[in-house]
């Protein structure tokens, strides 16, 4: 579909108006649509899309615009019913609307309005939720499956429905350049399109209509054989763009040109009655809706990724239609650049070698070209050795693209999209397609300040950042996000616009609101860290009232321990943050009283599901009790309350065998339980008398799951002997029944760890192994040399960040002073 380049002579337009039919994101079809218009000059130009954004086109022409844009739409009273309308710098759509604004011609949208879309879209069945954006094989300008025709924007549902709204089962949707392909011999359809459209470039004096009339005629003829090929609401769809186009042409004469997708081109050039048209239209369902441009990604223009827009590869389309001349040997040494970017050895030979290859390919397949396939195949078999693993990256990177479109400020745009903008411009924050790393450290002001927004933009449901783990300290005073900004993500920004005008007055708001509507306690301790987190303050006392009423009236203990992590994490961030968290810490001590008194009754009868829920309960608290404040209640403090229920659980019967087994690690692990009396709780629990699933419980409690279990029977051979002797004895009709729980146990461990445990139960307890031998050897000794050990710490100190020197504790310490004292002693 190349046609002429502009100034090149061409014959005389045959009369209008011009039905220029297009395959959606083709930069084949946008070079001729081009070469078309340049042409015949037309007065108006007529496109494919929602009227209301007519207001908007002027904005195509500001010289902040940078497609990939998508024009969004959405119901002002509920902008989670939404539409995109997207274009990239190859769409047709967004070539002809440009010459239109340079050229000074008339230019419309001409689809059905957004307002019946979005209304259609509701009554359609099988609707989803915006999330899942629409993965239907069609959609508007520049969201169809690029195939010459779409059926309308990417609104959320994939059904039909009538004029009236009443909903209709989908029939057997046509593919056309599928039908078109199949009937040329071809397989794959996108082959097909890049032989005959792609890789066809005009010759001088070429018509630059011949391609367009060509495809007419195909589509007319399947529209022939198929009707509307089971998109029952295109039917609506054309009557109402026969209707604009006679509109324009009372307006401009004949002197129109139509940019729509090639399947429609059939039903504009038939002769209809104003009568008929305005039938199929009377009674359309309508809504309230408002629209704006908002950026858009080369990586949702993806079929894969997602978002039904119907082409594989933006990236490689981009580049056909960006590159001047020599497409093949700019795109390789694109690739080289990126592999060697990666630290990749590819060199000019490879690129030279990388051109010929794919020629060679084309040729031997019959292609005028190469396209895709012959470049990916040269790609894989001179620049990647072979291996699919760096190609990867240069499908990610370059096929498919992490292009991220701009738009200008003067975009309409919601009170809170410009407070937004505001902040990330602030904060040097700017979105962008690729993901990113983020390490914030929170005693930096602007670090707080990103960090603050990033988690009210969390609890308005604005998921541009997700938090994952610091790589570079495990202190509460560093955190670590993923960043990457999606299109959608305008959308849920336009919905949280209801809760206020700014992030933090929206955050507030939703935070309040989400505190008042919660039923389970652990959500409001939740909605609580979150609240710190974010800063903010005049949510907190609201949060904290329902925090107060739902743990007074909550009796389920496992309710409780549920809720209790999350404060305990509140409070370390309020002391890391400088935040006010009194209020906090007496209702955590609260619920640390309650759950000490109410958890050994809750842990008795309970089945194997119920006990292994329980043990993980279990080790939440006892996280908890090392992070809450240690005020002494009488002689005891909150942490030697908590040992003693440790105590109960390991010592009772009652209680299930993996709570039991969890208890006595977790007294080890903390000092308060001897060697021998660890050796006595597991002889006990596997005795003669002891069930072994109930044995093999208990053992999954003590060194089961990610406690370094492993490490703990690989030092202590005692304990490994009473687990193999136990092992060695079960019966063999009761083996089958424990294998599946001791497996689960031990295939959390390392594989080193599973080795040295194999090693050592197949030399047998008591035979000297490496640590023996190490103890023998020149300067190592069979003790700890103190003297030595103390010359360490400051060293350990320096390591960790804190100050030089035990008892560095003055009243500028650092919050996690005490924990880096800690970390020391036990490096010690």
């Not at 904005?59 to 990239?88: E, N, Q, S, T």
């Not at 397989?187 to 009339?213: L, N």
């Not at 795109?331 to 990749?344: H, P, S």
Request: with cysteine.
């Amino acid at each position: 579909m190349t046609g002429l380049s502009p100034g090149t002579p061409a014959a005389p337009p045959p009369p209008g108006p011009w039905l220029l039919g297009v395959r959606h994101h083709g930069p084949g079809s946008a070079r001729a649509v081009r070469a078309a218009l340049e042409a015949a000059r037309p007065r108006a130009v007529l496109i494919e899309g929602p009227p209301e954004a007519d207001g908007l086109l002027a904005l195509a022409a500001d010289p902040d615009m940078r497609p990939p844009v998508a024009l969004l739409a959405h119901v002002v009273d509920d902008p989670r019913r939404a539409a995109f309308w997207p274009m990239a710098a190859f769409s047709p759509e967004w070539v002809a609307l440009r010459w239109a604004l340079e050229e000074g011609a008339e230019v419309r949208f001409i689809d059905l309005p957004a307002s019946h879309s979005l209304a259609l879209g509701e009554s359609a069945p099988d609707t989803e939720p915006l999330s899942a954006t629409d993965n239907r094989p069609d959609g508007g300008p520049g969201n169809g499956p690029d195939d010459g025709r779409d059926n309308g924007p990417a609104c959320e549902g994939n059904g039909e429905a009538h004029p009236e709204g009443a909903p209709v089962e989908p029939a057997l949707r046509v593919d056309p350049i599928g039908v078109l392909a199949r009937t040329a011999g071809y397989d794959d359809p996108e082959a097909w399109w890049e032989d005959v459209v792609e890789h066809r470039d005009g010759a001088p004096g070429a018509d630059p209509y011949g391609p367009f009339a060509v495809l007419g005629e195909a589509m007319t003829a399947l529209r022939e054989a198929y009707g509307d090929g089971g998109h029952t609401r295109d039917l609506v769809r054309e009557a109402y763009m026969r209707g604009q186009l006679r509109g324009a042409r009372r307006e401009f004469g004949d002197e129109v040109a139509v940019v729509c997708g090639a399947w429609h081109v059939p039903a504009l050039a038939a002769r209809t009655t104003v009568a008929a048209d305005r039938a199929l239209l009377k009674g359309l369902p309508k809504v309230k809706a408002e629209l704006t441009w908002v950026p858009w990604t080369h990586r949702r223009l993806a079929r894969h990724s997602g978002y039904g827009a119907g082409i594989d590869s933006p990236g490689w389309y981009g580049h056909l239609f960006s590159a001047p001349d020599r497409p093949v040997e700019r795109w390789m040494t694109k690739v080289a650049g990126l592999l060697r970017a990666e630290d990749r050895q590819v060199s000019s030979a490879h690129v030279i070698e990388a051109v010929r290859l794919a020629g060679t390919l084309a040729a031997m397949r019959g292609r005028p070209l190469p396209g895709l396939a012959e470049t990916t195949d040269a790609v894989r078999a001179v620049m990647c050795e072979g291996s699919d693993v760096p190609l990867a990256l240069v499908q990610d990177r370059l096929v498919v693209g992490d292009v991220l479109g701009e738009v200008p400020e003067a975009a309409p745009a919601v009170p809170l999209q410009r407070d937004l903008t505001r902040a990330q411009r602030t904060l040097r924050l700017k979105p962008e397609a690729l993901e990113r790393e983020l390490e914030l450290d929170l005693r930096k002001e602007t670090d707080a300040a990103r960090s603050r927004l990033l988690h009210r933009l969390s609890l308005l449901g604005i998921g541009w950042g997700e938090q994952s783990v610091s790589r570079g300290s495990t202190g509460t005073f560093r955190e670590s996000w993923r960043l990457r900004w999606e299109p959608e993500l305008s959308v849920r920004v336009a919905e949280a616009g209801v809760w206020g005008t700014t992030v933090l007055a929206a955050a507030t708001a939703r935070a309040e609101a989400e505190a008042v509507g919660a039923t389970v306690l652990g959500e409001i301790t939740a909605l609580a860290e979150r609240c710190l987190l974010a800063e903010l303050s005049d949510a907190l006392p609201v949060v904290m009232r329902a925090l107060a009423d739902r743990a007074a009236l909550d009796t389920d203990v496992a309710h409780l321990a549920q809720a209790l992590p999350a404060l305990a994490r509140t409070l370390r961030y309020g002391d890391v943050r400088g935040t006010e968290t009194a209020a906090l810490g007496e209702v955590a001590a609260g619920l640390a009283e309650r759950i000490c008194v109410g958890l050994p009754p809750a842990c008795t009868g309970l089945d194997a599901d119920g006990a292994t829920e329980m043990r993980r309960r279990v080790d939440d608290v006892h996280a908890a009790m090392a992070l809450l404040p240690q005020a002494p209640d009488g002689p005891l403090t909150l942490r030697d309350r908590w040992a003693s229920v440790l105590a109960r659980l390991a010592g009772r019967d009652s209680v299930a065998g993996e709570i039991r087994g969890r208890a006595v690690r977790l007294l080890l692990d903390d000092g308060r339980l001897e060697d021998t009396e660890v050796e006595r709780h597991m002889g006990l629990a596997l005795s003669v008398g002891t069930p072994p699933g109930e044995a093999a419980a208990w053992i999954e409690g003590f060194v089961g799951g990610a406690s370094g279990g492993g490490m703990l029977l690989v030092h202590d051979e005692r304990l490994l002997s009473l687990v193999d002797t136990w092992l060695t004895g079960v019966p063999a009709d009761a083996f089958t029944d424990v294998l599946p729980l001791l497996r689960r146990t031990f295939s959390a461990y390392e594989p080193g760890v599973r080795r040295t445990l194999g090693e050592l139960v197949r030399r047998g307890p008591g035979t000297p192994g490496p640590a023996a031998a190490l103890a023998s050897a020149p300067g190592f000794a069979a003790g700890l040399d103190q003297e030595r050990a103390d010359a360490m710490e400051p060293l350990l100190r320096l390591l960790l960040g804190g100050a030089h020197g035990p008892g560095a504790q003055g009243p500028g310490a650092h919050p996690q002073q005490s924990d880096q004292d800690q970390m020391a002693g036990a490096v010690k």
